[in-house]
């Protein structure tokens, strides 16, 4: 069955909901409408949504946890003006066995790039072979892919196998997270096979990686304060990325009339 993205206007949309619960109640899952788990913490979609948050529907399987988050978003509303939206994602979370520096995948598929105007320019990555096709990839500053042997071209075949997703990994967490799709039920089955595949293709390198910026037997455990978080982009930066949004946005008929005047 295809799945598409939309944009509900209220994930607690009684359809939505309902469609949740009959899925949770099948595949016994269990769902919590009200929970208080903070599963984006210290990842970038917390970054993009840092204002008027909010989660629900957590839905906990038998070894992943899945929400759902609501932050406002702008778009464009005729005439080039922004105007603020309120958009949901999707976001599903498994553990992994220890600490690994930050990563993240901003998938080419139904965004294009929405964290280039999050995170540092300096930390955008190619990788080899057509992986660049799906996603744009960010380490810490100073790490290569060298510093990262555990993204191996098997994990990124995984990761590749969920390219209609955002992936990161952050702390001891790997994250997959896109808009809400029409059908939860198959939107939540898939994210788990894909999530599922990419932990069970780390777990061939992660437990021997070592962060080689820490003394032996720290860096076989955690990782160093570079590797952390990936650095957000400077404030000048920042503006001139919106200020060039912005300006995108205004329609051609506008930019030909403001010529024709000044000629």
């Not at 990842?43 to 992943?64: M, Q, T």
């Not at 988050?69 to 992994?96: D, I």
Request: hydrophobic share 40%; proline share 3%; with cysteine.
């Amino acid at each position: 069955m295809e799945i598409s993205p939309i944009y509900l206007e209220n994930v607690n949309d009684k359809e939505h909901l309902r469609a949740l619960k009959v899925a949770a109640k099948t595949e016994g899952w269990r769902l919590v409408q009200d929970a208080t788990m903070r599963m984006l913490d210290g990842s970038c979609l917390y970054d993009l949504a840092y204002r008027s948050r909010s989660y629900e529907n957590y839905i906990f399987g038998d070894d992943w946890e899945y929400s759902e988050v609501s932050f406002k978003a702008r778009g464009q509303s005729g005439l080039g003006r922004l105007k603020k939206r309120l958009v949901h994602y999707s976001v599903m979370r498994v553990q992994l066995p220890r600490k690994l520096p930050n990563v993240v995948f901003d998938s080419l598929e139904h965004q294009r790039r929405q964290f280039r105007v999050v995170f540092d320019s300096k930390q955008y990555i190619q990788l080899e072979g057509n992986f660049n096709k799906y996603f744009a990839t960010y380490f810490g500053n100073g790490y290569t892919i060298d510093d990262l042997s555990f993204i191996t071209p098997e994990v990124m075949e995984s990761l590749i196998n969920a390219k209609n997703y955002d992936i990161e990994i952050v702390h001891n967490s790997l994250l997959l997270f896109g808009p809400i799709q029409s059908y939860p039920k198959v939107q939540i089955e898939d994210m788990s096979q894909a999530i599922k595949l990419i932990r069970k293709k780390l777990l061939n390198n992660i437990l021997t990686y070592r962060d080689e910026r820490l003394p032996y037997d720290e860096g076989r455990g955690v990782v160093a304060r570079a590797g952390m978080f990936l650095e957000k982009q400077p404030i000048g930066a920042l503006f001139v990325t919106i200020l060039i949004g912005l300006l995108y946005l205004i329609p051609l008929t506008i930019v030909l009339l403001v010529l024709s005047a000044l000629l």
